[in-house]
């Protein structure tokens, strides 16, 4: 049984500034009934403040809850700083929700972000964000960029991703696509042995790098290998590069510990 705060009991029993505003100077809507929540929320904005707020919800208790203290956190605030309310902010002002409730917060700052974005004129669409910016966990606002940096600092499973980041703690909604992201991004432990070692540094030296650096008539060549010390003779132009030091740690470096170890050390042989 989840509990609810005391806010939480009032605002669903009694909520604020139900209904909608004639002549409504935004409107903002989020969630779909065929999800079991829906949100419509309306603005009256003068000279930049918004001066009265309503809604109309279709959902749980929690719901209900999250707009209408909505309503009262943005009414006599400017909508610059109506902007910068998360979702975490009006969970938070309702002292707390349920993790499996988080998303009814959610529905909530996006009917607003509707809203302000319908009050300025603004596209809709996420389609021209970075991709990096995209939102996997709406409950706790946590990017793909944020959940793959996790996996890559060494988180494996979902539990480990939820103690970094807390993605997947709320509605359980983003899972699936977290598990996507760990089977993609999680490192697969390969032991190579000494030979199969040197092959796939060689192999990246003649993909990644002698491609690039042929553009400039210039080329690299492998000399030896020994532990995580690669040395190698750059060629053509880049023998005589004043930047060749360069060369070496910001790029052939780079793609080595990329894609082969990431301790391996790059050292140029005159």
Not at 82 to 87: E, F, G, L, V, Y
Not at 188 to 198: A, D, G, R, S, Y
Request: charged content about 30%; overall charge negative; glycine content about 8%.
């Amino acid at each position: 049984m989840w509990e609810y705060s005391d806010k939480v009991k009032e605002h669903y029993k009694n909520p604020k500034n139900v209904g909608s505003i004639e002549n409504a100077d935004a409107i903002g809507e989020a969630g779909a009934l065929a999800c079991g929540d829906k949100l419509k929320i309306y603005l009256k904005i003068d000279d930049g403040i918004i001066t009265d707020a309503k809604f109309q919800t279709f959902g749980c208790g929690s719901a209900v809850a999250s707009s209408s203290i909505l309503t009262e956190m943005i009414i006599g605030k400017s909508v610059d700083e109506a902007r910068k309310i998360t979702n975490k902010d009006i969970a938070d002002e309702l002292d707390g929700l349920p993790p499996e409730k988080m998303h009814c917060s959610v529905m909530g700052h996006e009917a607003l972000e509707d809203a302000l974005k319908n009050y300025f004129g603004e596209e809709k669409s996420d389609d021209k964000k970075d991709s990096s910016q995209k939102i996997i966990c709406n409950c706790f606002s946590v990017s793909e960029a944020e959940i793959i940096n996790a996996i890559k600092n060494g988180a494996k499973t979902l539990d480990e991703i939820k103690e970094i980041n807390y993605a997947g703690g709320g509605c359980a909604r983003c899972v699936p696509n977290i598990k996507m992201l760990l089977d993609k991004y999680s490192k697969k432990e390969t032991v190579l042995n000494p030979v199969q070692f040197i092959l796939k540094i060689n192999k990246v030296l003649e993909t990644n790098v002698a491609g690039e650096l042929g553009k400039d008539s210039g080329g690299i060549e492998l000399v030896n290998v020994d532990g995580k010390d690669v040395y190698v003779k750059l060629t053509g132009t880049c023998s005589s590069c004043k930047n060749a030091t360069l060369t070496l740690k910001n790029f052939v470096e780079k793609q080595l510990r990329e894609h082969v170890d990431e301790q391996i050390n790059v050292i140029e042989v005159k």
